[in-house]
């Protein structure tokens, strides 16, 4: 069974930078796409970066040129790297895995989530 676990999460303040990643098992992720989504309480899930499976890589406005996406394929390690945070980054962060391309809110593959806190 895919297990995907996301860890590296917790409090940081705006302006600066926290990376975290996804380590997954029984699952390769050289053939599917991966990505990051996040949700903010009460609104709906946000695709924010990922990895397609030519190696293209692809973000939200509301992280461009502020977050990067990065993909270990020896290691199967998923990684989110993000710099300038902002409190409005504040959310649950999942890693998703998708053989159809970079996972959205239907991806068929998910870790359970870890919560980002920014304070102004």
């Known amino acids: 069974q895919v297990q995907m676990e996301e860890c590296g999460g917790g409090a940081v303040r705006s302006g600066g930078s926290l990376r975290i990643s996804c380590s997954v098992s029984q699952y390769d992720l050289r053939r599917d796409a991966v990505g990051w989504l996040r949700q903010v309480p009460g609104k709906p899930l946000e695709g924010i970066g990922g990895v397609d499976i030519d190696g293209s890589t692809m973000y939200a406005d509301s992280v461009k040129g502020r977050f990067t996406v990065s993909l270990d394929k020896v290691k199967n390690i998923l990684y989110l790297q993000m710099n300038n945070v902002q409190p409005e980054d504040t959310a649950a962060y999942f890693c998703?895995?998708?053989?159809?391309?970079?996972?959205?809110?239907?991806?068929?593959?998910w870790g359970t989530g870890i919560e980002v806190t920014v304070s102004s």
């Open positions: 998703a895995a998708d053989p159809r391309g970079v996972p959205g809110p239907d991806a068929r593959n």
